[in-house]
């Protein structure tokens, strides 16, 4: 799978400028031999995390935070896929505060690899320019795009399950990964699968999937859970960039427009002016709606590989060590008559927690949160009345 | 009232030597004319007030904290107290570390009237050497005495009742406040009351009580509170210091030994020597268990006056001032779907909580408490844990 030809372009442009990532040298992406195309990964790295308010905050959001390990979220995805592409051939597309961050936790990634966008506009137009921007690399390419700010605990299921996506992805098809759901979540879409194999491998099978489903009630999660059919769409899509390109110019003809027009220009002296003019143009709109939910073309790969989005402090708490009493502290605490309890502390003071179940309590410099578990998702309204208030130096 | 020659002695005093408090003029305490003594005040400042810590902590005891206004609970027994007995007939008795904190807080009292105990050693060496203090200053006066850390909510109420107790000090009795028990307390020690009045004036009666009763247990504390002959005892303990020391004579002869001697050295230059000698020897014996238990000589007064001991955190929460969901916040205070709650900050940190009923949230610089409020009273046992393991640093 080895394609040395394709990284030099990538160490060329990071000798040139920084201002000019991705320079491409467009007669090494075209002059090559006729190849079935490497594997490339996508890290899209956008949202604050505002639910893990206090700890994340806009210029220090959740994917840079070193939440399960001494490593970031950002860190931890890297990581997990340098097995499958390495970081030549690896985009991270982040917005322009966390630019120099991103780099600093990754400093073995081609600083080049970094696709700025000047504002969020959603993982639409995220994606599709990362693949219209590999395309012009490696036409033939494969890649992967999965989020920066979600955990993995076995890393072997994922990697086996990528494998099948890739023999899918080769066979022309939209691939997404879809994980088994253990709870009637209504805060995930999902993806109803057919019994019908595409591929199947010594790592696991491809199907046909029937659809996708944005995110449902609880009556209508809980049909879901006990159908056995429907499967949690954790955003990690595979797909051969052509393929996705050519259903992309199909059904969201602006915006396939628009990145080929970005992606052209990516590593010439025009690249910021192009940026400028078309990225303001180009529809909001989700990978999920825009492209997955209209297409007859995707298939699902069902795994099991202790996936968690890490989306709020209850959904932290249950990835952390624990004692006997299921207490979790990342802190200097002391406590009596409590239980279920986790304790994050950014600060050196001493905690104490007497008589209470079900809470979880972060404590940084500048705020401080305590919140039932249970109404863990309630973060958000939080922020939402700081933010009304103004309070942008603690959001 | 207002007998004018007993002040000369202490303005001497305070010109003289900080560190020979109360220097005593022999001649001025013998040589007046025959009086019926006047009224002088005591005010034992002494326990550091562990239930609520962090806010309490041994250099910064409850009592002079400003827990319910901008006066700390000192001062506002000492305001409380201004009407009955002038800052020169009022004693304050303290631990060696307070002196220096009490004195600033009552700028406008001798520094002379400040009793420093060596180390502590409970109510009845503390409250047994201001009493013969006085008695060497003014042997016919009546003393009251009145924790430094409670809270009284109706002054006009405990004014009139301690007129009442000094009438009936006046008629040789030791006479306590007894307060209407609002609830079966099980951490207050209990006065039964006869229905044998003693005095009865404008402001109220005395009547003979039959007997102190230690702290009961819940069952006890009920029978209690239903017999309606049963009042909660404050430690406000009234009478003429020759009743009282005649009956110490009696009941605790060592106890009133010492402080005999020590209050015989108290404005000389042997008193620091006589202090070190004797201090140490005095019985460690609480006023309730070394005399108002023992003898026959008691009288109380009833009063309801909105008393508190403010003796922890859910206690100081019912004093405080909450909003409509029951929110107490002396504090920058974000919350969404919490009640009956209290939030309290000693730095400036937005503090947030969500979904939360019936917790105190206590944040200093250096220490967090988060507690159940039904559980305030395991405070103690936090601080005890802390105190384990060495931490001084927080206590």
Redesign the interface.
Known sequence: MSRPHSTPAFGKAKETAVTFPLMIDSNMASAGTVHDGDFWAVIPAGGSGTRL??LSRSTNPKFLLPLLSERSLLQRTADRLEGLAPPQRTLIVCGPAHGAPVAEQLPHFPTTNLVVEPTPRGSGPAISLAAAIIARLDPEAVMGSFAADHEVRDEEAFTCAVRVAIEAAKAGWLVTIGLPPVRPETGYGYIESTEEVIVTTDDGSAFRSMRFVEKPDLARARTYVESGRFLWNASMFIWKVRTFLDELAQLQPDLHLGVTQIAAAWGTPEREQVVAEVWPTLPEVTIDEGVMERTPRVAVVPAEMGWSDVGDWHGLGTLLDSDEDGMSARADL?H??SRDSLVWSETN????????EN?V?V??????????R???Q??R??VG??TRSL?SE?L
Chains 1, 2 share one sequence.
Not at 349 to 356: K, N, P, Q, T, W
Not at 363 to 372: F, M, R, Y
């Open positions: 308010w206090p002391v009596t008559r003071r001493v905690i104490a927690l007497v008589g209470l809470v309590v404590d940084t410099p500048d705020a401080l949160l305590i919140v039932n249970s109404e863990a309630e973060v309204s939080v009345a700081l309070r603690v």
